[in-house]
């Protein structure tokens, strides 16, 4: 037994003796294989350090595997051959090659930035997807030369140009009765400054051509003899004072009538005009008459007490550019109307007293919401407002409904929040029922409370919505 031991312990020596070497081969052949991958890896860094990465390409030149030397004789070529197609209307061609300007490679920052952003200790990336750089100002050129060529091109010589005209209103027609539009002639006359901007772009970029009306490098008319404007100003010259708007100017009644378009009409001793400037006062002066937008507005509150509030965004506001041009319009097509001016914004009712007796009101101190409907109170409830600690405050003033929906997504940076109706009055800032509060009222709006939207239980702001349209009044206080 001792013997047979003795073997044993001998044989399983003598098999730790075998595989150990078998070990050290394996690892040397490791550090080998390693060994020689940091060396290919290291010599292609080294390479790639003064070698364009595989696949890129400059303005549409190959450059892969080219030192900067002989990317620089491979652009130079291709400026020594280049050439620019100048393709104008009615098939006219013409041609400015590099001998006619003294074209030469520019080899500035730009194609040096290239090279800095290929990373060599990255080269092998460049295997799995290309660089591809469009580059301007390859080129420079001698602007002498240049101005020359340009001064020659085909589409400068007499024979291929065709001055551009307005079309205009001529003189009164005896036989028509009327003034007449002379039309308009079309011109193939180039724009020279724009001719001269679109052709230095082009040479830089080294494109290979170029369509001159594409680019607008042509003259055009700025008139034409359907051009609205010429067209009212035509009807005007022949009916000014016959124009007669009564206005509705919230609830206040304004002429504009023969007479006083007379004092709106000058004569420079040839033409008959109306002053616009004139007409632009006179709309800003009953504008600033009439209008309640941006107005300090009285408002006595449910519990009695009556504040002055800011318009947060309610009111009637005149949109003065428009209704300006719109009763320019007017008296140059000799119109007899009866209209209101064009508003950007309107309120409940006319009048300075313009949120009338339905609104919501919303108490932002005491958390309270009470809805009038023709000066009745039909709902109130308590919400949480804006959360006051993270300065998201809902703001007082008076509003005035944007719109509404069912069934609205509410996103913020940090949130998403489905909700059944969505009340904005606000901006973001709305009415909406909130669902996932088992309370509302109180402080809570102190320091939990919404991102300043009016959270409401579920059954009241069911009915609000039934109640409310768009342009419904709210108003906010503290």
Same mark, same amino acid.
Request: charged fraction near 25%; glycine fraction near 8%; include cysteine.
């Given at each position: 037994?001792?013997?047979?031991?003795?073997?044993?312990?001998?044989?399983?020596?003598?098999?730790?003796?075998?595989?150990?070497?078998?070990?050290?081969?394996?690892?040397?052949?490791?550090?080998?294989?390693?060994?020689?991958?940091?060396?290919?890896?290291?010599?292609?860094?080294?390479?790639?350090?003064?070698?364009?990465?595989?696949?890129?390409?400059?303005?549409?030149?190959?450059?892969?595997?080219?030192?900067?030397?002989?990317?620089?004789?491979?652009?130079?070529?291709?400026?020594?051959?280049?050439?620019?197609?100048?393709?104008?209307?009615?098939?006219?061609?013409? !041609?400015?090659?590099?001998?006619?300007?003294?074209?030469?490679?520019?080899?500035?920052?730009?194609?040096?930035?290239?090279?800095?952003?290929?990373?060599?200790?990255?080269?092998?990336?460049?295997?799995?997807?290309?660089?591809?750089?469009?580059?301007?100002?390859?080129?420079?050129?001698?602007?002498?030369?240049?101005?020359?060529?340009?001064?020659?091109?085909?589409?400068?010589?007499?024979?291929?140009?065709?001055?551009?005209?307005?079309?205009?209103?001529?003189?009164?027609?005896?036989?028509?009765?009327?003034?007449?539009?002379?039309?308009?002639?079309?011109? !193939?006359?180039?724009?020279?400054?724009?001719?001269?901007?679109?052709?230095?772009?082009?040479?830089?970029?080294?494109?290979?051509?170029?369509?001159?009306?594409?680019?607008?490098?042509?003259?055009?008319?700025?008139?034409?003899?359907?051009?609205?404007?010429?067209?009212?100003?035509?009807?005007?010259?022949?009916?000014?004072?016959?124009?007669?708007?009564?206005?509705?100017?919230?609830?206040?009644?304004?002429?504009?009538?023969?007479?006083?378009?007379?004092?709106?009409?000058?004569?420079?001793?040839?033409?008959?005009?109306?002053?616009?400037?004139?007409?632009?006062?006179?709309?800003?002066?009953?504008?600033?008459?009439?209008?309640?937008?941006?107005?300090?507005?009285?408002?006595?509150?449910?519990?009695?007490?009556?504040? !002055?509030?800011?318009?947060?965004?309610?009111?009637?506001?005149?949109?003065?550019?428009?209704?300006?041009?719109?009763?320019?319009?007017?008296?140059?097509?000799?119109?007899?109307?009866?209209?209101?001016?064009?508003?950007?914004?309107?309120?409940?009712?006319?009048?300075?007293?313009?949120?009338?007796?339905?609104?919501?009101?919303?108490?932002?101190?005491?958390?309270?919401?009470?809805?009038?409907?023709?000066?009745?109170?039909?709902?109130?409830?308590?919400?949480?407002?804006?959360?006051?600690?993270?300065?998201?405050?809902?703001?007082?003033?008076?509003?005035?409904?944007?719109?509404?929906?069912?069934?609205?997504?509410?996103?913020?940076?940090?949130?998403?929040?489905?909700?059944?109706?969505?009340?904005?009055?606000?901006?973001?800032?709305?009415?909406?029922?909130?669902?996932?509060?088992?309370?509302?009222?109180?402080?809570?709006?102190?320091?939990?409370?919404?991102?300043?939207?009016?959270?409401?239980?579920?059954?009241?702001?069911?009915?609000?919505?039934?109640?409310?349209?768009?342009?419904?009044?709210?108003?906010?206080?503290?």
């Amino acid at each position: 037994m001792e013997d047979n031991n003795a073997v044993t312990t001998q044989n399983t020596n003598a098999e730790k003796v075998v595989k150990k070497p078998k070990k050290v081969k394996r690892i040397l052949i490791g550090v080998f294989i390693f060994s020689i991958f940091l060396l290919a890896y290291f010599s292609s860094v080294y390479y790639f350090s003064n070698h364009y990465f595989y696949r890129t390409r400059i303005n549409g030149e190959d450059c892969g595997f080219l030192t900067d030397s002989e990317v620089k004789s491979r652009i130079n070529e291709k400026i020594s051959l280049y050439e620019l197609e100048i393709i104008g209307k009615d098939g006219v061609i013409d !041609t400015i090659s590099a001998e006619d300007i003294g074209l030469t490679f520019v080899y500035d920052e730009a194609i040096q930035e290239v090279r800095k952003q290929e990373n060599p200790f990255f080269w092998i990336t460049a295997f799995f997807t290309g660089y591809d750089f469009e580059l301007d100002n390859l080129a420079e050129f001698d602007e002498d030369l240049f101005n020359e060529a340009v001064e020659n091109l085909v589409f400068y010589e007499s024979a291929n140009i065709t001055k551009a005209k307005n079309a205009y209103i001529g003189d009164y027609d005896e036989k028509e009765g009327r003034f007449i539009i002379v039309a308009e002639v079309i011109g !193939t006359e180039p724009d020279d400054d724009k001719m001269r901007e679109v052709l230095t772009e082009k040479i830089k970029s080294l494109d290979d051509a170029v369509y001159l009306e594409f680019e607008n490098c042509y003259k055009e008319a700025e008139i034409t003899s359907d051009d609205p404007e010429l067209v009212k100003e035509l009807d005007a010259l022949n009916s000014y004072v016959g124009a007669e708007i009564t206005y509705d100017w919230n609830g206040s009644e304004e002429i504009v009538d023969g007479k006083l378009i007379s004092e709106w009409l000058v004569w420079d001793g040839e033409n008959v005009y109306l002053d616009e400037e004139k007409v632009a006062e006179y709309v800003a002066e009953k504008s600033k008459e009439h209008d309640t937008y941006g107005k300090d507005r009285e408002f006595t509150t449910t519990d009695g007490r009556v504040l !002055t509030l800011k318009s947060g965004g309610y009111g009637w506001k005149t949109a003065r550019e428009e209704e300006t041009l719109a009763l320019i319009e007017a008296i140059k097509s000799g119109q007899v109307a009866v209209r209101e001016p064009i508003y950007s914004s309107t309120a409940a009712q006319k009048g300075k007293d313009d949120i009338g007796n339905s609104y919501v009101e919303i108490d932002l101190g005491a958390q309270h919401l009470y809805l009038y409907v023709d000066g009745v109170i039909v709902l109130e409830t308590d919400l949480v407002s804006g959360n006051v600690s993270k300065g998201w405050t809902t703001p007082p003033g008076v509003f005035g409904l944007t719109y509404k929906t069912k069934n609205a997504v509410l996103r913020g940076t940090n949130y998403e929040t489905p909700v059944n109706y969505w009340m904005p009055f606000n901006g973001n800032i709305g009415m909406h029922d909130a669902t996932w509060r088992a309370s509302f009222g109180g402080d809570i709006y102190l320091t939990n409370g919404s991102h300043g939207c009016i959270n409401l239980p579920l059954d009241a702001a069911t009915q609000i919505y039934e109640y409310v349209s768009t342009g419904f009044p709210v108003v906010c206080y503290y």
